[in-house]
């Protein structure tokens, strides 16, 4: 009976043992090492890919935000519109509606977006894409398709005393292809993009 305790106790030290020095391993030097490794390496992005503008920070080129007027809901015509956002673009609350596409909520809210959006900017329904009335699978994708880009110059311009054309040099610009030449599809930051607009429009 006594070497069975004392079999047990030592079992029972090695493993306490095996405990601390997994958590020590795990919980504070593997995180250290890779948090060094990602600062010294890639310090923008480990840092969250934000963006300063006038010696602020204005936002992360990773999280989409909204463009509204200020104090209010409405979206600013003077600035390109992000895709909507369910959670209002904060990062703390992050997935998509979870609405089927045959849901009537879904189907009303998306017509009901497509002709917002395309009295917003003075097209028909028809020219509006699929980025401009339904929300990413994050809720916060921070770009929007170039068909959602185009749309919105005409607007942007007439608001900035700019021409269509100098904007949509601009768009066309910020434009970025696939990821590694095949993964998605291109797109357009619109963090990027109105910061550019900014700039343009200050000239």
Not at 19 to 46: D, I, N, R
Not at 67 to 93: C, E, I, K, M
Not at 96 to 102: E, F, N, R, T, V
Not at 195 to 200: E, H
């Amino acid at each position: 009976m006594k070497n069975s305790v004392s079999h047990a106790a030592r079992l029972s030290w090695a493993a306490l043992r095996m405990l601390l020095v997994m958590t020590v391993v795990t919980g504070v030097l593997y995180p250290l090492a890779v948090t060094g490794v990602a600062q010294a390496l890639f310090p923008e992005k480990a840092n969250g890919s934000l963006v300063t503008a006038d010696g602020r920070e204005v936002g992360s080129a990773l999280i989409g935000q909204s463009w509204n007027v200020r104090g209010t809901d409405r979206p600013d015509p003077a600035w390109f519109q992000p895709r909507p956002s369910h959670s209002g673009y904060d990062p703390l609350a992050t997935g998509s509606g979870q609405l089927g596409a045959s849901d009537p909520t879904l189907t009303r809210t998306v017509a009901a977006t497509r002709k917002a959006v395309a009295a917003f900017n003075g097209v028909p329904e028809s020219e509006v894409p699929k980025d401009a009335v339904t929300g990413s699978a994050s809720a916060i994708d921070p770009h929007i398709s170039p068909a959602y880009a185009r749309i919105q110059i005409k607007r942007v311009a007439e608001h900035n005393g700019l021409s269509e054309a100098a904007v949509r040099k601009l768009a066309e610009d910020h434009t970025e292809g696939r990821t590694a030449g095949f993964l998605g599809e291109p797109h357009v930051n619109v963090l990027a993009l109105n910061l550019a607009l900014r700039d343009l429009a200050a000239r």
